[in-house]
Every structure is written in structure tokens, then in C-alpha cells.
């Protein structure tokens, strides 16, 4: 988990963006968009190129944090995306980490921890930080679980599930 | 769908088992198998036609958004590219299979794969192996 978040806020420092579609174009990877109903995007490694690809029905937010996502598949989860593991159905449990990691990789990436705590500090709830940050509140939450692990002591209501892009819109975001 | 299960629908309703459709269109009943366990796709263009006119059905039926996929990295690419496309077709397969992308966007998904497809192997062959911007 520790490098996860070393991870992303290397990419930042290298960059000096948060933007996952400016850091994606600096890192070579392709973003592509295609007219998928209720896919919200993937992620597929084709012939030394690295693809992500992004629902174009989606609002810009959403677009955003799925580029995150698909992003943190990229960094953390390439050589199982090369080896063809990430789209095999008889390893389910495994997909779910990976869910997971690139969930807590688009929390670190998008939200600067210093924006959080000045929300944080005003007391907001987590449904006005999201709002104010323009990011989903289950990010927000996760981005609460990493600053805790870091030694702030913030309330968390409960622990999205690895697939919430998936589960709470009833829309789905697969790595392929 | 993909090509080899088209082809096991038409054999079975057509009560027809793999070493009798073999004989009629020349090829062994192993082969029959490779190709509806979609691993191998017919080299030649006269076996599909063969196949159309005993099912009575059209070429391009038979053939369909995959098979097409896979002549035309056949074409461009030749035998290195006609089995990378099959490894893709079987990539998605088994997504499809796994029952977790819905119907609806099934044909968007392979679409946009297919376009990725091509666009790396044009990008490869443009300027070799890329180096990183920074």
C-alpha cells in the first residue's frame, strides 16, 4: 500500500500536474475514447503499446477520475495486464485487489492531501469535500483511509468496495 | 459471437457431426475442431465458400466482425499478425465469457480493440521502439 502512494505522488513531483490525462500523454500511454453504454473504461496492453480507453458518455469528473484508474493499472498492474491475467474470469479475488490498488492510486493522484485537511479542518462532510475537490465521495473516503495510515486521526464512515466504479451507478469499469 | 461458434451452431443444427462436415469440404475433423474451438480461422478463401455452401448461408455471415478483424491483420500483417489478432479475439472471448461486460456494450468494446490493435502496430512500425518523452 505504502508504495502505491509513493508511487503516485512520484508521478506528480515528476510532472508537477495532477491531471491523469496530461501524466498518461507524458508516460506514452494512448487515452482513447469509445461510445460504451454502461462501460465506464479499460485498460489493454497491445503490441508494446499501452492503451487506455474512456467512455465518452461520461461527465468530465468521471472521465477524469476513470483515466486515474485506469492509470493506476498501468503503473501498478502492467506486467498482469501483458500476461493476459486481468481479464481471466478464474481468478476473481485477484481482480478485486487490483481494483482496489488502482481505486487508492486515483485517490493519492487526484487529491492533494493539503486541499483535503483545509476541507477537513472546516469541517466539511465527505459529500461537500467530494463536491468541492470534484471527485467522487469514494475517493474522498479512501483518500481519509491513506491520510490516516499516515497518522492523522480522521472519522471514516465505511470502506468503499473495490469495485464501487462498478457497483454504484450500477456501471462498470473493467481492466482488460 | 465469433467465427467457430457460428460454425458449431450451423453443424449442429444441421445434425451434422465434425468428420462429416470435414469430408464434404476437405479438411480433417481435427481442423473442424480447431476452428470452433476458435484457435485456428481457415487459411483459405475457397474453404469459407466451401462451408457457406453446405450450410447454405453467406460468406459474410459466416465470416462476421471477428473473422474480417482477423483477414485484414492477415492481410497487413501476415502469419505474426493474423495470430496476434487471434490472441486478442481470445482475450475478449474469454471477457465475454466471464459475463461481467454487459450485452450492449459488447460490439463498442471489440470495435474499440480492434482500432487500438491497428493503431499500435502502425505506431510500431512508424518509429520502431518508442522512447520515453522525458
Redesign the interface.
Known sequence: MDNIIRHADGLVRRFKTRNPFEIADNLNVLVRYGDFEHLKGFYKYICRNRFIAISSRSDETEQKIVCSHELGHDQLHRSQAKAGLMSDYDIYNTIDVYELEANYFAAQLLIDSSAFLDCASKQYTYAQIAAELKVHEELVIIKGIILNRQGYNLNIPFVPASDYLGESKNTYSLCE | MLFGDRLKNLRETANMTQVELGSLIGVSDRVIGYYEANTRFPRKQETLRKISEVFNVSVDYLVGTDGRFIQKADEQYGYSGKR?AQE?LS?VK??F??????E??KD??F???T???F???K??KKYG??K???
Open positions: 496476434q486478442i482475450d474469454a471477457l465469457a466471464g459475463g461481467e461486460l454487459p450492449a456494450d463498442d468494446f470495435r474499440t480493440v482500432e487500438m490493435y493503431e499500435a502496430k505506431s510500431n521502439r518508442r520515453l518523452k522525458h
